[in-house]
């Protein structure tokens, strides 16, 4: 066959149809900050303070989803790894005077190094493997509480310096905003190239059947330890981000609580898919915020929807449950799953065949 | 070090104590699992209610104890059962991680549940009777042992639970093959809602019986904890939990004696023991201290 000339046209259309999602997201995240203020005044909501969270919060989502939806196995301890970062971070901004953004990559590499040293317990299986992340979890914040000389126990860390990178001090929130989400539009880039890459399909071949992959001549061991490394840098990432937006940090906010809302971000948004993180993660921030404005889109609520921590963990508990009845591909892939339907439907009453199915694992 | 080994027998004796609950946690960790696969993530949950609603019971609506704690016992029970009709069996035969996702948001719902209904910090249980044991060295209240006399009585009742009756056969065939067993007329189905409510009836009493004082968040640590005694006596098998159960009782006591009293290390960090534990046994002994290999069919 000839070689083909380098066509413009056919290059741009390969480009939209792999990363079709990015080049509408990126545009919306980056403009958001332009009409996101007016439009959160009206409806009482800070949009870009909260977006800034979901973007921190979906750095670890999409990391816990690779491990999680897409090689299957699961992790309730993923806390620790924020924590490990925030804690790096802080401890490093605070004591030294480090600038933050060496901090927060030094709690990167700190959170893949403890993630690469209990790599051991991938070679558990199913519920084995999830009690023992779980337990994990609870070590690492026994030891963030106890580690008085080092983490001043439940007292916390407080006036942890404000972001800055490369001696440029970034405190205003439209700054944090964009700081955390090009870091967090990357991080999405390089993880869907990673999922339809070959590591990518080898990691979802276990997540079929191991032995089926084994056979094929995956090497199942190594890509559950890269797998679990990466992600539990990606948790130490949005930690060390973390500490330096909240200026003060403190054990119980990297406890089992957030471990599972980790899960509830991925379970919900949708596993074995990169968006499912970001609309996980903008769920489980948001959810907070828009039940305190409740009262003043709908003049009076009964009091004790107000106090939503309170009752946080039922509805988390509902959510996570009632995800898993009904819809247990997580809400993204649910909604694409039904356009993609619909739209097949309609191309098929108008006499013809829809050939835009779409790529796999995103 | 002088210290410690005068200290031990005291350790020997609480250990005894807190593995009683282990025991009692383990075996319902191991009755769900040997009969559905299952393993719930919020058994400790069961212990935490239990207590909790027995402190209503008692306290609160002051109705005495012989009522109080067979009521209680029964809740729980039946807060077992259904979970197991509303998580359980839309859920079933759809994998391990929905399962444990499943039991997980279970876990978190009651936890918050128990907290709204009981926010306090600490609620007092009152014990069965009154009076303290001073021996040389040694001194311990008189609900050790009621918790030795309950356990003792439980394990017993269980194992002619499991052994003399039809419930108890088909519990042990639903184990060994589900299919199997529904083929020769055994409702798998109920299987699992008794396993599920014997478990909770188990954690109930495990909770009741512990604890001084109760809270919400009580539950998350009893639950590890009795989910590695179940490990190491060997998951699924209801008598492993004994061997399981004084193993973490009586190590986590001395451990967390000789640490903080030999090392001067806090002993804030004695939680952190089981599941150091548990991570050690599941590495190096999956089966269990007693078990034979594991098989895994393909």
Redesign the interface.
């Known amino acids: 066959m000839q070689e083909k000339a380098f066509d413009i046209k056919t290059a741009a259309r390969r480009v939209w149809r792999g990363y079709k999602a990015f080049l509408l997201f990126t545009p919306f995240i980056m403009t958001l900050p332009l009409w996101a203020e007016r439009l959160g005044k009206a409806i009482s909501l800070n949009i870009v303070y909260l977006m800034r969270m979901v973007g921190t919060f979906t750095l670890v989502a999409v990391g816990l989803n690779l491990l999680m939806g897409y090689a299957g196995q699961a992790s309730l301890g993923h806390g620790a790894f924020m924590g490990i970062g925030a804690y790096t971070s802080a401890i490093l901004a605070t004591r030294w005077g480090w600038p933050a953004w060496i901090g927060i990559l030094l709690g990167t590499l700190v959170a893949a190094a403890v993630g690469y040293l209990v790599a051991p317990i991938l070679r558990l299986r199913g519920h084995y493997l999830a009690m023992a992340t779980l337990g994990l979890g609870i070590v690492a914040y026994i030891f963030f509480r106890e580690m008085i000389a080092l983490t001043e126990g439940n007292v916390g860390i407080r006036e942890i310096p404000k972001l800055n990178f490369l001696g440029m001090v970034i405190s205003s929130r439209n700054g944090e905003f964009y700081f955390v989400w090009i870091i967090a539009i990357i991080v999405l880039l390089m993880c869907q190239n990673l999922v339809r890459s070959r590591v990518g399909r080898a990691i979802r071949a276990f997540h079929q059947s191991e032995v089926a992959a084994r056979v094929m001549g995956v090497n199942v061991p190594s890509y559950k330890m890269k797998v679990f490394v990466l992600s539990a840098a990606l948790g130490g990432l949005a930690g060390g981000i973390y500490s330096h937006f909240q200026g003060y940090i403190n054990p119980s906010q990297f406890d089992v609580m957030l471990s599972i809302q980790l899960v509830v971000m991925v379970v919900v948004g949708g596993m074995e898919s990169i968006w499912g993180s970001v609309a996980g993660a903008s769920l489980v921030v948001f959810l907070p915020s828009v039940v305190e404005a409740l009262p003043k889109w709908l003049g009076n609520v009964p009091a004790w929807v107000r106090q939503y921590s309170n009752y946080e963990g039922l509805v988390f508990g509902a959510i996570l449950v009632l995800t898993m009845i009904f819809l247990p591909k997580g809400i993204t892939t649910s909604t694409v799953d039904f356009f993609h339907r619909k739209i097949r439907k309609a191309a098929a009453l108008m006499g013809e065949e829809s050939t835009d199915s779409p790529p796999r694992g995103e | 070090m002088a210290d410690f080994f005068s200290n031990l027998p005291q350790y020997l004796v609480n250990g005894l104590g807190s593995g009683c609950i282990y025991i009692l946690m383990a075996m319902g960790f191991s009755l769900i699992y040997a009969s559905t696969g299952?393993?719930n993530?919020a058994q400790g949950e069961f212990a935490a209610i239990g207590a909790l609603v027995a402190y209503t019971f008692a306290v609160k609506l002051g109705l005495s104890l012989p009522l109080a704690v067979p009521l209680s016992v029964a809740l729980v029970g039946f807060i077992g059962l259904v979970l197991e009709r509303?998580?359980i069996l839309?859920?079933r035969e759809?994998g391990?991680?929905?399962?444990?996702?499943?039991t997980?948001?279970?876990?978190?719902?009651?936890?918050?549940?128990a907290?709204?209904i009981w926010?306090e910090e600490a609620y007092k249980v009152p014990e069965f009777t009154q009076g303290q044991f001073n021996l040389p060295k040694v001194s311990f209240n008189a609900q050790l042992l009621w918790m030795l006399g309950l356990t003792f009585l439980v394990v017993v009742s269980v194992y002619v639970l499991m052994n003399r009756t039809k419930l108890g056969k088909g519990l042990r065939a639903c184990a060994i093959n589900p299919e199997a067993a529904s083929l020769v007329g055994i409702n798998v189905s109920v299987m699992s809602m008794a396993a599920f409510s014997m478990a909770a009836l188990l954690g109930g009493l495990a909770g009741l019986v512990s604890a001084p004082f109760a809270n919400y968040r009580m539950g998350?640590?009893l639950g590890?904890k009795g989910?590695t005694a179940a490990?190491i006596g060997g998951l699924g098998d209801v008598y492993g939990a004994v061997l399981g159960g004084l193993t973490v009782g009586l190590l986590e006591e001395v451990v967390a004696g000789f640490l903080s009293v030999a090392l001067g290390i806090?002993s804030?960090?004695k939680?952190?023991v089981a599941?150091?534990l548990?991570?050690s046994v599941?590495?190096f002994r999956?089966q269990g201290l007693v078990g034979r290999g594991l098989v895994e069919k393909?």
Request: hydrophobic share 60%; aromatic share 10%; charged share 10%.
């Open positions: 299952i393993i993530f509303s998580v839309p859920l759809k391990a991680l929905t399962a444990i996702i499943g997980i948001g279970a876990s978190i719902f009651l936890k918050s549940g907290r709204i926010p998350l640590y590890i989910f490990v806090s804030g960090y939680d952190a599941v150091v548990l991570v599941l590495l999956p393909v």
